[in-house]
């Protein structure tokens, strides 16, 4: 499995970013896709997470101003931002999980920076 993340840049604080992830696999079936943040100096973290039913669960960080969801037919999750924070600035890593049993496949990460 391959994750190909994409969105990563420098955003203004307040500012939105739409973030990426395209897997190799049809995510029709799959367990979940997420996406997790590592901050400099910090250790990584999970910011949100989307069923194959289409839940979501969120970091506290992120509820209210994020929101992940995802396009089968494209093989995509995305992660929007709103309301930016300095806070939010890292490297956001996709990950996908096949089964419960399974473990996370992780993409590459994305890099951005949200400015004060």
Same mark, same amino acid.
């Given at each position: 499995?391959?994750?190909?993340?994409?969105?990563?840049?420098?955003?203004?604080?307040?500012?939105?970013?739409?973030?990426?992830?395209?897997?190799?696999?049809?995510?029709?079936?799959?367990?979940?896709?997420?996406?997790?943040?590592?901050?400099?100096?910090?250790?990584?973290?999970?910011?949100?997470?989307?069923?194959?039913?289409?839940?979501?669960?969120?970091?506290?960080?992120?509820?209210?101003?994020?929101?992940?969801?995802?396009?089968?037919?494209?093989?995509?999750? *995305?992660?929007?931002?709103?309301?930016?924070?300095?806070?939010?600035?890292?490297? *956001?890593?996709?990950?996908?999980?096949?089964?419960?049993?399974?473990?996370?496949?992780?993409?590459?990460?994305?890099?951005?920076?949200?400015?004060?």
């Amino acid at each position: 499995v391959q994750l190909q993340a994409s969105g990563g840049g420098l955003v203004q604080a307040g500012g939105s970013l739409r973030l990426s992830c395209e897997a190799s696999v049809s995510i029709l079936r799959i367990y979940n896709m997420g996406w997790y943040r590592q901050a400099p100096g910090k250790e990584r973290e999970l910011v949100a997470v989307i069923a194959a039913g289409g839940i979501a669960n969120y970091a506290d960080s992120a509820k209210g101003r994020f929101t992940i969801s995802r396009d089968s037919a494209k093989n995509t999750v *995305y992660l929007q931002m709103n309301s930016l924070e300095p806070e939010d600035t890292g490297v *956001y890593y996709c990950t996908v999980r096949l089964s419960r049993t399974n473990p996370n496949y992780w993409g590459q990460g994305t890099q951005f920076t949200v400015s004060s």
